[in-house]
């Protein structure tokens, strides 16, 4: 599973750099704990806090990154508030855990995408997300 999977080079805390294999998106949901945080564990319901990156499957750019605003997010995790692909796989690792998650369109946007950022109804997307707070 994992040499499928793109490659993450940065520190937990640093704007990450994602290297795509040249294989195509592995199917399915998945992902992968670069990193094992020693924190809390989060669960279900959870008000998480973390700084994430997400690119299109093979793309450079980020269509949104709270590194790059300098700013994490906190929401209500497995509750709803966010796609499903991150619903299912933040809950269950610890504060202080790199993941990166490779997220197919029925876990992510769904057929419709999000055309204004770049996502298209097909699209993988991928995640590199620290987990920096729970409560």
């Known amino acids: ?17 994602i290297e795509f294999p040249t294989e195509e998106a592995p199917k399915g949901l998945k992902a992968v704990e670069l990193i094992e945080g020693d924190g809390p ?15 299109v ?3 450079e750019e980020p269509f949104d990154s709270s590194f790059d605003r300098h700013q994490p997010a906190s929401f ?7 796609i499903k692909g991150w619903d299912q796989t933040v809950p269950g690792h610890n504060v202080g855990s790199r ?3 490779s997220i197919p369109p029925e876990y992510g946007y769904g057929s419709r ?7 298209g109804g097909g699209d993988t997307l991928v995640f590199v997300v620290d987990i920096i707070s729970t409560r």
Do not use: C
């Not at 599973?1 to 750099?17: C, I, L, T, Y």
């Not at 995408?113 to 996502?119: C, T």
């Open 1 to 17: 599973m994992a040499d499928q999977m793109p490659k993450v080079n940065s520190e937990f805390g640093a704007r990450p750099k």
């Open 57 to 59: 499957w093979g793309k």
């Open 113 to 119: 995408g999000v055309p204004q950022a770049g996502i």
């Open 41 to 55: 564990m989060v669960r279900r319901g959870d008000t998480v806090t973390v700084n994430y990156h997400g690119v």
């Open 99 to 101: 993941l990166v998650v």
């Open 76 to 82: 209500g995790i497995g509750v709803g508030q966010v």
